[in-house]
């Protein structure tokens, strides 16, 4: 029999003591005795799934080994319950445990214990130290850093500075960026399907530049990433209505800077189509792809996830613009055994499974919707002449700005609302005057945007009405795209129902 010399480093840094010095304190140990070194180079101690140290267990089951001995006691685990159970086997197999820096005498109860105590802050000190790494990833991210991976398809990687730091930054690779609006440019026509894109470039003869195969897998990555857009007050809107938590302040979305999308330290959730508790913050570099682009293919991403080919009679059209005006999640479609087949329901009585939200002020029936919401669609169609269309470029940077300050006011309001309950009269007249001023001044700007945009083509508004002329012999998929066209939510909350409409 032997001694078994055990070491492990995971990381070799000029503060941490490498696999030769640990051996050379073991060998000491050993006073002359037979020896047998296992070492395990790069692999950390948070559980036992290192091949030396599996090695080792297997030599002490075969009775070979008298002896472990180490530099000290983390270097062999850091777990509480994996300690626990190869103590087990040492005590089985009577093969004594030694550390070389810290003296345990694992045949007494007293020892064992110490052991036991030893483990429990090493244990504490691995945790500590992940969740300050987490802290410093997260801390980098909301300040727009580069936090590695691979680089989208449409941009290559530079280096900067930002804070004073060095990192690195997107710039559009100009082909490749033309594809991508290409693509968007597609999807965002309601009549070209993910598949259709894919014929579209294969038929062109428009290669993936880096070699790849275009499929509608990666085509759908790619229309979901916000790393494209660039992000103005619209897309500040679409993220806060979809339940994500946005960094930068409205009065940073420009329409000039990208985004970035973290899974956030709240959210539960990994798929990219559920941005309930995402953090997104604006990126360094410039997008490629129209916030009006990027939100229609983000809302047809949407509507893919309701998997509406496939569930038409429990669905309805309106899935994926329906809002409770109380806690801003979607309402979805559920099924009832009643006359009433469909109703909605809050999202966030699915998600948790407790009682359904009552924020909408009783039961949304799906049939009674749609046909409300028809009528509205009729009587604003009548009002709008021209269905708007407008491009990305074509739209005034004072739209922008003036929707940026819409966003700002919407906030003001709230902030002075929450003050209401215990004000004082004096605090009463205040907050309604600057509430009553606030509010003259979104009037304002409303009116103003309205006047500063584009009118569309005609041949777009003789398609919409002559889809909701034909309603009942319109297919699902088309209905759905008059929607999208036409709408930008229907908020609900108390029974009443509010249209904010694109046009």
Partial sequence: MYDALYSR??????DSISIESQLEYCKYETRGNPYKEYIDRGYSGKNTNRPAFEEMLEDIKRGKISRVIVYKLDRISRSILDFANMMDIFQKYN?????????????TPIGRAMLNICIVFAQLERETIQKRVTDAYYSRCKRGFYMGGR???GFAKTETVIDGI????????PEEAEQMRLMYSLYANPE?????IVHYFNDHGIKHLRGSMWNTARISDMLRNPVYVRADADVYDFFKSQGANVINPVSDFTGYNACYLYKGTVSKTRKQCDLTDKEIVLAPHEGIVSSRDWIKCRIRCLNNRQSTRTCKPKNSWLVGKVKCGKCGYGLTIAKANTKWHRYFVCATSLATKKAKCQGTGGTVYADVLEEYMLKAIRQRLAEFKIL?????HRISPKVNENKIRLAEIDKEIEDLLSKVVGANAVLMEYINKKVEALDAERKRLQKENL???????DNSLNIITDHVQKWEETTFEDKQAVVDALIKVIT???????????I
């Fill in 192 to 196: 070209n399907s993910l598949g259709d």
């Fill in 166 to 173: 060095k990192t690195s930054m997107y710039v559009p690779v």
């Fill in 95 to 107: 093969v004594e445990f030694v550390s070389s820096t810290e003296r345990f005498d694992t045949s």
């Fill in 388 to 392: 708007s269309k407008q491009e990305e």
């Fill in 492 to 502: 609900i909350a108390d029974g009443n129902i509010e249209i904010t409409w694109n």
């Fill in 9 to 14: 480093q995971s990381v070799e840094r000029v």
């Fill in 151 to 153: 680089i989208p398809y």
């Fill in 451 to 457: 006047s500063l945009a584009y009118q569309p083509d």
